[in-house]
């Protein structure tokens, strides 16, 4: 996965929005909340009613892309669990592994090198 990667290059059309456009935004500044894309958590009504429920990440991508988005591309910083998602569905396609199974590995492989 390449940092100035345009976010298109992983998701073709997947992140699209009001004032939200893929083409437009690195894989940097989606990895330090420099894209733009609002939270979806701000828009959970009832948040507590369904903590404990499974949603498809790709129904927390739509929620936040239906808002408009927060800043241009690079203009701010907002921390967005939305940009954690595209990153988790950008390490899935990269990987070709589910991103829960990848981030279990790569901790992993952190402890066991960190303890050398």
Known sequence: MRCRS????????????????????????????TSGPPNHTWFIKD????????????ELVDLALSKKASFAPGKGWECSNTNFILAGTI???????????GSRTAV??????SCR
């Not at 345009?6 to 909340?33: A, C, F, N, S």
């Not at 948040?47 to 790709?58: L, P, Q, V």
């Not at 390490?91 to 991103?99: D, L, N, S």
């Open 47 to 58: 948040y507590f009613a369904i903590r404990h429920a499974f949603s498809k990440a790709r």
């Open 91 to 101: 390490a899935e396609k990269v990987t070709g592994r589910c991103a829960r199974a």
């Open 6 to 33: 345009r976010r298109e290059r992983y998701l073709p059309k997947l992140v699209r929005g009001k004032g939200i456009d893929g083409r437009k935004i690195t894989t940097r500044q989606m990895l330090r909340h």
């Open 108 to 113: 992993q492989v952190r402890r066991w090198t």
